[in-house]
T-cell receptor, first 115, second 112 residues
Framework: AQTVTQSQPEMSVQEAETVTLSCTYD???????LFWYKQPPSRQMILVIR??????QNATENRFSVNFQKAAKSFSLKISDSQLGDAAMYFC????????????FGKGTHLIIQP | DAGITQSPRYKITETGRQVTLMCHQT?????MFWYRQDLGHGLRLIYY???????DKGEVPDGYVVSRSKTENFPLTLESATRSQTSVYFC???????????FGPGTRLTVL
């Protein structure tokens, strides 16, 4: 079984600043994927970024980047130049397939953007 | 419109009643999923389907039934609703087991 831990229930950052959301996970699988999903007040789940575990290079999507530390089983999300529209719940997820399909979610981090 | 839709968006029912939540996707994705979202738990997988007529249990399947006779539809039925099934339910689809999952808008279900 996989587990995902997000140790920060809530984070606050000033607009235009940088914030890092933490995530650790545990899996016995050798091949897996990691995701960050964003859930704004509209409730819609939106993919922010994904990382294949076999890739050493950290994924980047515009202002969003990850720090993937495979040995430490850590997958943090960095948001640069925070914008008001970034305010949302952020969920860290793992996926390993292999008959146990479906994402395993952390409990989420509520990100507040201070204007 | 293309995408993934869920109906109804909101539902109030009573304990013991049968409720069916609908999910429809237009991408012909092979994989479809049902999750529930509760405060303090994030999202948890209820059931998933790798193709039409193939379904399997997730983390929290008790009290739920699914079917998938057509690729595009994946209904979730609560055979006898209980208060503990009050939740927000999300359907998702994916083109492959390791691909991004696309989520529907969710159904907020209240069981009185």
């Amino acid at each position: 079984a996989q587990t995902v831990t997000q140790s920060q229930p809530e984070m606050s950052v000033q607009e235009a600043e940088t914030v890092t959301l933490s995530c650790t996970y545990d899996t016995s699988e050798s091949d897996y994927y990691l995701f960050w999903y964003k859930q704004p007040p509209s409730r819609q789940m939106i993919l922010v970024i994904r990382q294949e575990a076999y890739k050493q290079q950290n994924a980047t999507e515009n202002r969003f980047s990850v720090n993937f530390q495979k040995a430490a089983k850590s997958f943090s999300l960095k948001i640069s130049d925070s914008q008001l529209g970034d305010a949302a719940m952020y969920f860290c997820c793992t996926y390993s397939g292999g008959g146990a399909d479906g994402l395993t979610f952390g409990k989420g981090t509520h990100l507040i953007i201070q204007p | 419109d293309a995408g993934i839709t869920q109906s109804p968006r909101y539902k109030i029912t009573e304990t013991g009643r049968q409720v069916t939540l609908m999910c429809h996707q237009t991408w012909s994705h092979s994989y479809m999923f049902w999750y529930r979202q509760d405060l303090g738990h994030g999202l948890r997988l209820i059931y998933y389907s790798a193709a039409a007529d193939i379904t399997d249990k997730g983390e929290v399947p008790d009290g739920y039934v699914v079917s998938r006779s057509k690729t595009e539809n994946f209904p979730l039925t609560l055979e006898s609703a209980t208060r503990s099934q009050t939740s927000v339910y999300f359907c998702a689809s994916s083109g492959g087991s390791y691909n991004e999952q696309f989520f529907g808008p969710g159904t907020r279900l209240t069981v009185l």
